[in-house]
């Protein structure tokens, strides 16, 4: 790209920029201050503007870069993202969004310490939660690097390390400055602008193949390589066995995961009712959906109109398949037309990224707040605000994050998400789902559940090819791999439910009856709720 070309795009960057750095200010100078206006932004958002944050949030880098390269890449069996995705908002809808809203105030352990005993309970949730959200702050500033060493026209590792610095600096001021309530209309700002670059770039794909989608598969397919197998289920995840396994494990993974995530959880606690809570989740699943499938005309339009090869060869996990597209339909390399679009479209993906590690910075730094530090800070001690010591835990959890990303830097931000999904779908969703519906879980259950589905996974992801043992892992140069499985969801998820079951059979600890019966009654009817 020329030096105007890329002067124009950093001016839409720093734009978007200055507008979100603008609503943090404002934000900051209008809040009161307390613990419920930092993380649940007052309680005061209606359930459309709570959806919209909602799908700001989900709708992340993975979303609009890594998924639709991987469908570039391998066609019909990168569609599975797009499946998981969108099937893993029913069982939200139907088994946790108005209960969680009843019966927690801030995070996930509020919902489990309602009829356990709170320390070790807190203690393990809290944990559980920073994990996965560091996790999947990692996929985010993947991406990062990934699309502004594209915009600058190099893939130095300089240029992609000062960007991931760059995105953990923005993150901790959004979060340490505006609380909840900046992070919600960034993320709002964020989701209209995303679906209206979706959507520009969707019509304009299928105007090029005058709205004939068999012609833009078939054309997808013949540019690919691999003929009709390009459109049909196994390029990726069906060459042997373990392949299988892995796929059925990351399935699992993506449509149970959702559930358990903080910084979705944490969403709906920023509305006044159950009611209110399941409307957003509504609006979510209706914007979610119109935008995955978007997503599939994309990843099949860069396909056809590019070749996988130019996709790989600008990002070997086809993170900027997306950008390079947007580039082409607008004129080409050199065009006017093509640089703007390509410019809106790469500020488009930064916003992304930029609101989404805001939402994740939060939900954390409340977990390492509300759960972990009230849990075990020294008794007698003078207390910090809990709201003082999340904006610090923001700073902890953006430098593990910055860390990490540099790390992982060459790998694929949709995959990085399915590992954040699979440890959130062993340790969140087991004890989540444990304590609202049976009556006999006990505190030993729940910290068994937490940390039975925790620790397989992460140990797992260390055994697995994705850390060693492989020319695309994190360390090729060592052989930790003893793990075939990518993603460890088909292991790590029903050990969770087992070891939740096991640890709540071999308790000397009897169920509090009493406790379940008004947990039951104030999920279902709200009475009491915050």
């Not at 979706?198 to 709205?211: D, E, K, P, Q, S």
């Not at 093509?338 to 809106?344: D, K, R, Y």
């Amino acid at each position: 790209m020329t030096e105007e070309h890329q002067t124009l795009a950093l001016l839409l960057f720093s734009a978007f920029v200055a507008v979100t750095l603008g609503i943090t200010t404002w934000v900051s100078r209008n809040r009161r201050g307390s613990a419920e206006e930092f993380y649940a932004g007052g309680r005061l958002f209606s359930p459309m503007e709570n959806g919209f944050a909602i799908a700001g949030d989900y709708m992340s880098a993975a979303s609009f870069l890594g998924v639709t390269g991987l469908i570039a890449l391998f066609g019909y069996d990168g569609l599975l993202y797009v499946v998981g995705f969108l099937v893993a908002w029913l069982v939200v809808l139907f088994l946790v969004a108005e209960l969680v809203r009843n019966c927690g105030r801030f995070t996930l352990a509020d919902v489990v310490a309602a009829r356990m005993r709170e320390r070790p309970v807190r203690i393990a949730a809290g944990t559980s939660s920073v994990t996965v959200s560091v996790l999947y702050l990692v996929a985010q500033m993947v991406g990062a690097g990934s699309l502004v060493a594209l915009l600058l026209g190099g893939t130095s590792d300089a240029a992609r390390a000062w960007t991931v610095i760059g995105v953990g600096a923005l993150m901790v001021i959004y979060v340490s400055l505006g609380g909840m309530r900046a992070t919600t209309w960034i993320q709002i700002v964020k989701a209209v602008l995303l679906l209206g670059g979706t959507i520009a770039l969707t019509v304009l794909v299928l105007m090029r193949f005058h709205g004939d989608v068999d012609r833009l598969l078939l054309t997808a397919a013949e540019r690919s390589g691999h003929g009709e197998a390009f459109l049909a289920p196994g390029l990726k995840y069906g060459g042997d066995w373990t392949a299988r396994f892995d796929f059925i494990s990351l399935g699992l993974a993506l449509v149970l995961g959702t559930a358990g995530l903080p910084h979705i959880l944490s969403r709906f606690y920023t509305v006044p009712t159950a009611r209110a809570a399941r409307r957003s989740v509504v609006w979510a699943v209706g914007l979610i959906g119109g935008f995955y499938l978007m997503t599939i005309v994309l990843g099949f339009g860069a396909a056809a109109i590019l070749g996988p090869d130019t996709v790989r060869g600008s990002n070997a996990a086809g993170n900027t398949a997306v950008p390079l597209l947007a580039l082409d339909l607008g004129g080409g390399a050199g065009s006017t037309g093509g640089t703007v679009l390509f410019a809106i479209v790469a500020a488009v993906a930064f916003a992304t990224i930029l609101a989404v590690v805001a939402g994740i910075t939060l939900a954390s730094s409340a977990s390492v707040a509300h759960d972990l530090y009230a849990s075990l800070r020294r008794r007698g001690g003078k207390p910090r605000s809990e709201v003082a010591v999340a904006r610090i835990a923001a700073v902890g959890v953006g430098a593990v994050a910055i860390a990490l990303g540099l790390l992982a830097r060459d790998l694929n931000v949709a995959f990085l998400v399915g590992l954040a999904f699979a440890v959130a779908a062993s340790a969140n969703l087991p004890v989540l789902l444990y304590s609202l519906f049976w009556s006999g879980f006990t505190t030993r259950g729940a910290v068994w559940a937490v940390y039975g589905g925790l620790v397989p996974a992460v140990v797992l992801v260390v055994l697995s090819p994705v850390v060693s043992g492989s020319p695309d892992s994190l360390f090729p140069s060592i052989d930790l791999q003893c793990f075939p499985l990518q993603n460890p969801g088909l292991v790590s998820i029903p050990l969770g439910f087992l070891a939740g079951w096991l640890g709540t059979v071999t308790s000397t600890e009897a169920p509090d009856e009493a406790k379940h019966a008004e947990t039951e009654v104030r999920s279902l009817t709200g009475a009491g709720a915050a």
